[in-house]
C-alpha cells in the first residue's frame, strides 16, 4: 500500500486523481489551506487524510507542518495545486506576480524540501502537475507562464540532485483541462467555457498514475498531454 501526498486535491485533476488512489486502496494525505477546508475535502474523499497549510504563504509551511504529525513514508508527492491571475505586463501589479509565484512555485519547493527526508527514506516519486504554459509562454500570461516555467526549472534540479537518493522526478504539462481554473481563464478572457472541448481531468489523472506506476527500471521525466481530436 503506497502513501501519497497531493496539493490541490479540493477540485479537478487533484480531486480526480485522489479519487482514484484512495479507490484502489493507496493512503492519500491532502494538504489544505485551513482547517474548514481540510474538513470539507475530508467529506469528498472518504478516507483521505489531511494536513493544514497554506501554499500562498510558504514561508510558514514549515511551522505548520510542524504542528501535525506527519507519516513516516511518503511514497509520492504530487504537486497539483495552482493559481492563475492573467493580463499583460503593463497592467499586472506586483501583488498577483508574488501571489502566483508564491503559490504555483515557491510553495512546491518549499514543501518538497520539508518532506525529502521522508521521501528520501521512501526512495519516492516527486510529480509536478506543470503547465502547457510551462513550455510557452503566450500574450497575457507572463506570470503564471513564469511560475510554470519557473517549476520545470525546480523538477529538472531536483531531479539532478535526487537521482543519487533513488527519488524520481516527473513533470506533467497538461493542455487546457476541464477544471474550476479553466472556467477562471475563460472568465478572465471573456470567452465562453465549453469544457466539452477540454481534457477531462480523469485522463491527466490517468497519465499522473502511469508515472507513478512505472516500474524502477524506467523513468518518466517529461510528459506533456494534448487535447484529444
Do not use: C
Not at 487533484?14 to 482547517?35: E, F, K, P, Y
Not at 497592467?91 to 509565484?101: G, I, R, T, V
Not at 500570461?141 to 523538477?155: D, E, F, Q, R
Not at 469544457?195 to 485522463?203: A, G, H, L, M, V
Request: hydrophobic share 45%.
Amino acid at each position: 500500500m503506497a502513501v501519497h501526498l497531493l496539493t490541490g486535491a479540493g477540485s479537478g485533476i487533484g480531486a480526480a486523481l485522489a479519487q482514484r488512489l484512495l479507490s484502489r486502496g493507496d493512503d492519500v494525505i491532502v494538504l489544505a489551506r485551513d482547517v474548514g477546508r481540510a474538513r470539507e475535502i475530508a467529506g469528498m474523499l472518504p478516507g483521505a487524510a489531511t494536513l493544514v497549510g497554506d501554499l500562498a504563504n510558504p514561508g510558514r509551511l514549515s511551522w505548520a507542518l510542524s504542528k501535525q504529525h506527519l507519516p513516516d513514508r511518503i511514497d509520492a508527492l504530487v504537486h497539483v495545486a495552482g493559481v492563475v491571475d492573467l493580463g499583460p505586463v503593463a497592467d499586472l501589479p506586483a501583488s498577483l506576480w508574488e501571489q502566483q509565484l508564491a503559490v504555483n512555485l515557491v510553495a512546491p519547493a518549499e514543501l518538497t524540501r520539508l518532506l525529502l527526508p521522508v521521501l528520501r527514506v521512501s526512495r519516492g516519486q516527486v510529480v509536478f502537475v506543470n503547465s502547457g504554459a510551462g513550455l510557452h509562454a503566450h500574450a497575457g500570461w507572463s506570470a503564471y507562464a513564469a511560475s510554470k516555467h519557473g517549476l520545470k526549472a525546480l523538477a529538472d534540479s531536483l531531479r539532478a540532485e535526487e537521482t543519487e537518493h533513488g527519488i524520481r522526478v516527473t513533470s506533467i504539462y497538461p493542455g487546457r483541462t476541464a477544471t474550476p481554473m479553466q472556467a477562471r481563464v475563460h472568465q478572465q478572457e471573456g470567452r465562453e467555457y465549453q469544457p466539452e472541448r477540454f481534457i477531462d481531468p480523469e485522463s491527466v489523472a490517468t497519465t499522473i498514475l502511469t508515472a507513478l506506476d512505472l516500474p524502477r527500471d524506467a523513468d518518466i521525466t517529461d510528459l506533456t498531454v494534448r487535447p484529444g481530436a
